[in-house]
């Protein structure tokens, strides 16, 4: 079992900066893939960015490459989604996830066995 708490969500200006946080229980976080998901209103989770368990993989959408970046410290059992440039098209629920079903289903809701209970994050025009 494994409990995530995201925090670390806010309102803030296009072009600013925010960094999420998810921390999880459990004493197999390494084992897990880590995801980063977000959800407009009226709109689908969508997928953000994930991470393999070692840290040393990193995945993205094409909306947030080269904007967003996902890391993880194992000794502390966090995964974090640094976000820059945004854009008021990026406010959404933020979730963070764990994943059990592999990598090459990262992209994938459903492959997310557990999952944190959101931050939202808006940004201004």
């Known amino acids: 079992q494994v409990q995530l708490v995201e925090s670390g969500g806010g309102l803030v200006q296009a072009g600013a900066s925010l960094r999420l946080s998810c921390a999880a229980s459990?004493?197999?976080?390494?084992?897990?893939?880590m995801g980063w998901f977000r959800q407009a209103p009226g709109k689908e989770r969508e997928f953000v960015a994930a991470?393999?368990?070692?840290?040393?993989?990193?995945d993205y959408s094409d909306s947030v490459k080269g904007r967003f970046t996902v890391s993880r410290d194992n000794t502390k059992n966090t995964v974090s989604l640094q976000m820059n440039s945004l854009k008021p098209e990026d406010t959404a629920v933020y979730y963070c996830?764990?994943?059990?079903?592999?990598?090459?289903?990262?992209?994938?809701?459903?492959?997310?066995?557990?999952w944190g209970q959101g931050t939202q994050v808006t940004v201004s025009s």
């Open positions: 459990g004493r197999t976080f390494s084992r897990y893939i």
């Open positions: 991470i393999r368990g070692s840290g040393g993989v990193t």
């Open positions: 996830a764990a994943d059990s079903a592999g990598w090459g289903r990262r992209t994938l809701t459903n492959s997310y066995v557990y």
